[in-house]
Nanobody, 128 residues
Framework: QVQVKESGGGSVQAGGSLRLSCTASGPTANPTCMGWFRQRPGTEREGVAF??????????ADSVKGRFTISHDTTKNTATALLVMNSLTPEDTAMYYCAANLICYSDHEEPRTDFVSWGQGTQVTVSS
């Protein structure tokens, strides 16, 4: 069982920056593909950014390319992802959910969530 804990987020004015951190832990936590989905009220869940802990792979939604950067750090039984969000706009306002144990197969497609472990979610609010 992979446990996922996330931190960061909060409120910022448009043009500002925020960071999200997420740690997956457990005997099968590493290697893993992990990252963030987000959901705005009344909308579908959207994949934001993902990274693999042991091979070159990143995915960014078109809406965040050039503004968000995902990176990772690993130990034997943990994998930590960091999402740096710059040039934030009110359209980035959402609940952000970290996910680990994803199936990442293409940098043009959102990962599959067949065996996903979810974090508790963190709110990001960007005011104009």
């Amino acid at each position: 069982q992979v446990q996922v804990k996330e931190s960061g987020g909060g409120s910022v004015q448009a043009g500002g920056s925020l960071r999200l951190s997420c740690t997956a832990s457990g005997p099968t936590a590493n290697p893993t593909c992990m990252g963030w989905f987000r959901q705005r009220p009344g909308t579908e869940r959207e994949g934001v950014a993902f990274i693999h802990s042991s091979r070159p792979f990143t995915y960014y939604a078109d809406s965040v390319k050039g503004r968000f950067t995902i990176s990772h750090d690993t130990t034997k039984n943990t994998a930590t992802a960091l999402l740096v969000m710059n040039s934030l706009t009110p359209e980035d306002t959402a609940m952000y959910y970290c996910a680990a144990n994803l199936i990442c197969y293409s940098d043009h497609e959102e990962p599959r969530t067949d065996f996903v472990s979810w974090g508790q979610g963190t709110q990001v609010t960007v005011s104009s």
